[in-house]
């Protein structure tokens, strides 16, 4: 018959685990999330065992469960105070943790499977309860030890901190203490009949170390649920199987072929390995499909949108863009940029969205408050972790006129309606930032907001280093047209040397260029039709659109994503635009933006085919892709002459216009073109 008095403990059970496993996943590189997670596994083993235990009515299954329970109540000491240590970071005390893992294993493990530690067993009117034996009092004593240090460790923790760390640790500290009071349940094996209240303390100290997390931002609270999901779903799989295999199988296998219980347990395990990688997946599936669209959603438009901000060009349109992102995926109140203007050297209000209490164009000095402490600690900064600091007398006697820092920087954030204020670095230089308002369902922001804020005000900060600087580019079409050309083209051979493998590109393909023009020109067939000065300025100015592609697509030692061959194809219209503005230059932009098209129509960007697309961008394709052929890339050697000129001819009527090719190949017969 089911013993009711053991379900608190299968609840720890649950409990315990959960919260063990979801520390260990938010940071498995962490040793404090390391020892939190050996605690949590040693407290589940105790609890489990007892479970087993109260449900046991034979003796042999009492007193192997019983010292089954000692696994993991021996750990608990041990594991409690390695927890405090790396709460601590006291690099010292180390060596006394493993001395502690060290007498756990080698001397009580041992030990608690003898009758000097446990000698039968009491009935109380819970169950049957372990007998403590002559030597059990030296375990007391273990527990004690390690017991009473974790907990001072705590305590110093907790007069030595700050601000919100101070909090967590109170709250740690606490729950630590009242998890303590469970070491009654040593009452009940001396004899002593006390209702063993473990179960109710763990769980106490469970949920005040939840609530920690959740308040302080240790894990974000929707990640708790899903992690809590997928393995309470594995842990009470492990269970399942442990059990069954125990109670079920162990009177037949014993009763066929003599099989003790440790021999099942082996068993059980290949089961249990081979099993848990899928269910563990088919979990995190279920939980991501139906429990957690919203979120999953939410992530993938921020991906989308670092995507998509490299390719906007225009400052005020990416402005309003991350504006627009922001408030759509975190679901935000209010939100605005500040963007550092240097001919004023302010911080500018650009765009705004909600009630923001500053008018665009609001100027913010460097001077400010704000400013210099983001100069000063590069983090985002969020209202409520501001006033926990304020709070907190030894955060504040830490620097002199802290407190007026702090309150002013309060005020101004208020006056803002912003509650969280995201600094935007370029090269440690303060370029802007986002301040955002509350979340519309009242919410706190959690970690995970946090972070991936950073990561998108790292993002933002390269497209508006790139939007300024294509925006600076832009400002020279305004410009005499000699002037803008002579510049262009310093920008254009800027683009050709910054990689090692295309350095000279635009030099040797201008040469064959001029070369291929002269022999079609001499064939009186096109003297119409090609304009050699334009034709000239098209060759050195063919790539300047990579001006706007990244360098790390333009140097990727492989073959492009979909996503970057998207980029990539962009600087055909890119470099069209910059030359266009200049009247004289309108052609150019035209040969530049159709360079890359094919003869049979499957180029881009719009698709020409035959003579649809420019005679001077046809000629292009032809010399790019020869001096390309012959050149060493990242990712092949060059190929000879001979093979560059047999892949030209097999693309006669594909890639490249055929009387192009042609007189390609005859100013080279006629030595026109001389290997470079």
Avoid at 292 to 311: I, P, R, V
Avoid at 602 to 629: C, F, N, Q
Wanted: charged residues 25%.
């Amino acid at each position: 018959m089911f013993n009711y008095f053991s379900i608190p403990n299968l609840i720890s059970v649950v409990i315990c685990f959960s919260i063990g496993c979801l520390t260990l996943l938010n940071n498995s590189r962490a040793k404090l999330n390391r020892a939190y997670f050996t605690q949590a596994v040693a407290v589940t083993i105790w609890q489990l065992g007892t479970f087993l235990l109260l449900n046991s009515k034979v003796l042999d299954r009492v007193d192997f469960w019983s010292r089954f329970t000692y696994i993991g109540a021996i750990f608990i000491p041990v594991t409690t105070f390695h927890v405090s240590v790396e709460f601590l970071q006291k690099e010292k005390l180390r060596r006394l943790v493993f001395l502690g893992y060290l007498l756990g294993i080698f001397v009580f493990l041992p030990l608690s499977w003898t009758n000097l530690f446990l000698s039968g067993s009491y009935h109380y009117y819970w169950g049957h309860w372990f007998k403590a034996g002559i030597l059990h009092p030296l375990f007391i004593l273990f527990f004690s030890f390690f017991a009473i240090f974790a907990f001072t460790s705590l305590y110093l923790k907790y007069k030595t901190s700050l601000g919100i760390e101070k909090s967590r640790a109170a709250y740690i500290l606490v729950g630590t203490f009242i998890a303590y009071l469970g070491a009654v349940d040593f009452l009940p094996d001396y004899g002593i009949q006390v209702y063993p209240s473990s179960t109710l303390a763990i769980c106490v100290y469970a949920l005040i170390t939840s609530y920690a997390i959740i308040k302080y931002r240790i894990l974000d609270i929707e990640i708790a649920i899903k992690r809590t999901v997928i393995f309470g779903g594995l842990f009470a799989f492990v269970s399942f199987v442990l059990i069954s295999f125990t109670y079920f199988l162990q009177n037949l296998l014993h009763n066929l072929v003599g099989v003790g219980q440790w021999l099942i347990l082996l068993f059980s395990a290949p089961v249990i390995i081979f099993t848990l990688d899928p269910l563990k997946s088919f979990l995190t599936h279920i939980t991501d499909r139906y429990l957690f669209q919203k979120k999953y959603d939410y992530q993938q438009t921020l991906k989308e949108a670092s995507e998509g901000m490299t390719l906007v060009t225009d400052m005020k349109k990416l402005l309003n863009l991350i504006v627009r992102i922001v408030t759509r995926s975190i679901r935000v109140k209010s939100a605005a940029i500040f963007q550092f203007d240097e001919t004023k050297n302010k911080y500018i209000l650009k765009v705004r969205r909600g009630v923001i209490r500053r008018h665009s164009g609001y100027a913010i000095d460097e001077n400010n408050v704000l400013i210099k402490w983001f100069k000063e600690h590069k983090e985002t900064l969020l209202l409520d972790e501001i006033e926990d600091w304020l709070k907190s007398e030894k955060f504040l006697y830490k620097e002199a006129g802290l407190r007026e820092r702090l309150v002013a920087i309060k005020e101004e954030l208020l006056s803002m309606n912003s509650v969280v204020c995201v600094p935007s670095f370029i090269k440690g230089y303060l370029i802007g930032f986002l301040i955002l308002g509350e979340k519309l369902s009242g919410d706190a922001f959690t970690q995970e907001d946090i972070r991936l804020l950073s990561t998108l005000s790292s993002e933002v900060a390269i497209a508006v280093e790139n939007a300024k600087n294509f925006m600076e580019v832009e400002k020279l079409r305004e410009k005499e047209r000699e002037s803008y050309i002579q510049t262009v083209l310093a920008l254009a051979q800027t683009v050709d040397e910054k990689d090692s493998y295309t350095h000279g590109h635009l030099e040797d393909v201008s040469y064959y260029g001029i070369k291929v023009a002269e022999e079609l020109i001499e064939s009186s067939e096109f003297k119409a039709e090609i304009n050699k000065e334009e034709l000239e300025t098209a060759l050195k100015l063919h790539d300047i659109g990579k001006i706007g592609v990244p360098d790390a697509i333009l140097n990727k030692n492989g073959k492009l994503t979909s996503g970057e061959w998207a980029i990539m194809k962009q600087h055909c219209e890119i470099g069209a635009r910059i030359v266009e503005p200049i009247e004289k230059l309108r052609n150019v932009g035209n040969v530049i933006k159709h360079h890359q098209e094919k003869y049979d129509g499957t180029g881009y960007p719009d698709g020409l085919k035959g003579e649809e697309i420019p005679l001077e961008s046809r000629i292009i394709a032809v010399v790019d892709s020869y001096h390309a052929m012959t050149s060493d890339r990242p990712y092949r050697k060059a190929l000879s002459e001979d093979v560059a000129i047999k892949e030209l001819k097999n693309n006669i009527g594909k890639q490249f216009d055929p009387i192009v090719v042609a007189a390609f190949i005859r100013a080279r017969e006629k030595g026109k073109i001389e290997k470079i």
